[in-house]
């Protein structure tokens, strides 16, 4: 499908994307490039992709140039590796935030190259070299947001490269994207990051007892608040308005339910918690997650590969 597919990232999404595109053979070349040493050295070592010393290097020839590293360092990637984008190449990334990456990317461009951002819908708590594997895309979304005027045939063969990778394909404004992402993965992150905060605090208090007796729920907002600090920093500080959009919402009906349980309107109770069971089972419906203990997940990384 492409000649040189070059990573400028290599942890998680990074790395995955090239054992993904290394599986069914999506290019003669995988490349990557990290801005630590430490993780070039050990991407080297585990042999996912050919590893470069330096972005020009990295994106030098290369077909299909993807941005795996936090949203808040890809204008600066952008004016390092502008000048050294093959003609007619596709650059393209990976980040949860759109709006911005368009906004902080596009100035850098010439235009004989296709920028169409991308947002692949998947992800472990785990970072690193380490924490990739081929099969993270299996079955989940990822959305292009091509803007306007992009070029037919290059969001085509995007299209086509996520699908090798096995992902499902959705095209959407930038900007409708980041209101969808902060409903559905922002700020249930932020929810996740407080709740495990206030816990931290009241451990204190409670000798622990906290943590000791944690149960599935709890649990599961740690995962979740478990995720690499620095690209969600990067996240929220990148998409604002739809966070806060979202956040308002979720506080008025917050207000709701907290009157109910004060009210002891255990109808209203009921009916919510009937809304939201329905809306599990649709996503077990879709294929979306599983049912089974831990939600499928096994906690061997090598069986995933």
């Given at each position: 499908m492409f000649g040189?597919?070059?990573?400028?990232?290599?942890?998680?999404?990074?790395?995955?994307?090239?054992?993904?595109?290394?599986?069914?053979?999506?290019?003669?070349?995988?490349?990557?490039?990290?801005?630590?040493?430490?993780?070039r050295a050990r991407a080297a070592t585990l042999g996912f992709a050919k590893v470069y010393d330096t972005l020009e290097a990295a994106v030098k020839d290369a077909d299909l140039v993807i941005l795996c590293a936090p949203v808040g360092a890809y204008g600066d990637i952008a004016k390092t590796i502008a000048p050294h984008l093959k003609s007619d190449a596709i650059?393209?990334?990976?980040?949860?935030?759109?709006?911005?990456?368009?906004?902080?990317?596009?100035?850098?461009?010439?235009?004989?190259?296709?920028?169409?951002?991308?947002?692949?819908?998947?992800?472990?708590?785990?970072?690193?070299?380490?924490?990739?594997?081929?099969?993270?895309?299996?079955?989940r979304w990822c959305i292009l947001t091509p803007p306007e005027?992009?070029?037919?045939?290059?969001?085509?063969?995007?299209?086509?490269?996520?699908?090798?990778?096995?992902?499902?394909?959705?095209?959407?404004?930038?900007?409708?994207h980041d209101l969808v992402l902060a409903m559905t993965s922002h700020v249930p992150h932020l929810i996740a990051y407080n709740i495990v905060g206030t816990a931290h605090d009241l451990e204190a208090v409670t000798e622990g007892e906290v943590i000791?007796?944690?149960?599935?729920?709890?649990?599961?907002?740690?995962?979740?608040?478990?995720?690499?600090?620095t690209m969600w920093r990067d996240v929220f500080l990148n998409n604002r308005q739809a966070v806060l959009e979202v956040l308002g919402r979720f506080n008025e009906?917050?207000?709701?339910?907290?009157?109910?349980?004060?009210?002891?309107?255990?109808?209203?109770?009921?009916?919510?918690?009937?809304?939201?069971?329905?809306?599990?089972?649709?996503?077990l419906d879709i294929g979306q997650d599983s049912a089974a203990p831990n939600f499928g997940r096994d906690k061997s990384p090598e069986k995933n590969q």
């Open positions: 040189k597919v070059t990573m400028i990232g290599l942890g998680l999404i990074g790395s995955s994307l090239a054992h993904a595109a290394g599986r069914k053979k999506l290019a003669t070349e995988i490349a990557g490039y990290d801005i630590s040493a430490d993780v650059l393209s990334d990976v980040g949860s935030v759109k709006g911005a990456v368009l906004r902080d990317v596009t100035p850098f461009l010439p235009q004989a190259v296709h920028f169409i951002p991308a947002h692949p819908i998947a992800g472990t708590e785990q970072s690193g070299p380490d924490a990739g594997f081929a099969s993270l895309f299996d079955g005027g992009a070029d037919a045939g290059a969001v085509e063969k995007l299209r086509l490269f996520w699908n090798g990778c096995g992902s499902q394909v959705d095209v959407m404004d930038a900007a409708h000791k007796y944690s149960a599935g729920g709890f649990r599961d907002f740690t995962r979740i608040a478990a995720s690499d600090p009906d917050l207000s709701v339910l907290q009157r109910a349980v004060r009210d002891g309107n255990g109808e209203a109770l009921f009916e919510l918690f009937s809304r939201t069971r329905a809306i599990r089972r649709s996503i």
